[in-house]
């Protein structure tokens, strides 16, 4: 079973504007990490986030970690085009194995 | 190649047949994961190699799929008998580190295998 939802399912914008998109997760975690992709390709890592860390920058891109909410967020600020993909948070558990366990995906459009 | 490759990018096969899907991981890395993504789905965790062992297959669906990995490089994720629901896109990554079995290392994803059964 998916252990991340992300919402909005779905996200249209104007280049220029800010993207933020939300994930939350069920079981505690030692660190959730976002991806992209885009069409008809892999998944290419963004940024990961440690349980004990409450946010993170690279770039545009800034992400937040609530681990008393079980969320995170992550913001592209002045979003271009090119950013158009899937987007997908992905959580371990704190022991044991851990799988990389991903959410369903938010659709990021960015018009010109 | 300096990333995860994959053969071969597209299968179309018969229901009922064989397929062997490819994985060759980035030098160096000992932890290689195989994932299935249906169309517009998130990613299914199918199985996980530390070196040439699998600690853990709880993702695979069924007995009709098996997967191996040697000399601690490549990787077949072997489908049997295949139906029409085995359809789907089949990604491989790979990692550098696992630490204490936590995933401490960032997955490099190959572009996959789309796997259409008829």
């Known amino acids: 079973s998916q252990q991340g939802e992300e919402d909005p399912q779905a996200l249209s914008i104007q280049e220029g504007e800010n993207a933020t998109m939300n994930c939350s997760y069920k079981t505690s975690i030692n660190n959730l990490q976002w991806y992209r992709q885009n069409s008809g390709r892999g998944l290419v890592h963004l940024i990961l986030i440690r349980s004990n860390e409450r946010e993170k920058h ?7 970690l609530d681990t008393s909410k079980k969320s995170s967020s992550l913001l592209i600020t002045a ?10 948070c992905a959580t371990d558990g704190e022991t044991g194995f851990q799988k990389l366990v991903f959410g369903t995906g938010t659709r990021l459009l960015v018009s010109p | 190649g300096a990333g995860v490759s994959q053969s ?7 229901k009922g047949k064989d397929v062997e899907l490819r994985c060759d991981p980035i030098s160096g890395h000992t932890a290689l994961y195989w994932y299935r993504q249906s169309l517009g789905q998130g990613l299914e965790f199918l199985i996980y190699f530390q070196g ?9 669906p069924s007995d009709r799929f098996s997967a191996e990995r040697t000399g601690g490089s490549v990787s077949t994720l072997t489908i049997q008998r295949t139906q029409q629901e085995d359809s789907a896109v089949y990604l ?11 995933i401490n290392s960032p ?9 259409t059964v008829t």
């Open chain 2, 92 to 102: 491989c990554a790979s990692s550098l580190v696992v630490w204490k079995g936590l």
């Open chain 1, 79 to 88: 979003s271009r085009a090119a950013d158009t993909a899937s987007y997908f």
């Open chain 1, 58 to 64: 690279s770039g545009r891109l800034r992400v937040t």
């Open chain 2, 8 to 14: 071969p990018s597209n299968k179309v096969t018969e």
């Open chain 2, 52 to 60: 040439n062992s699998a600690p853990d297959k709880s993702g695979l």
């Open chain 2, 107 to 115: 997955l490099h994803f190959g572009n996959g295998t789309r796997l």
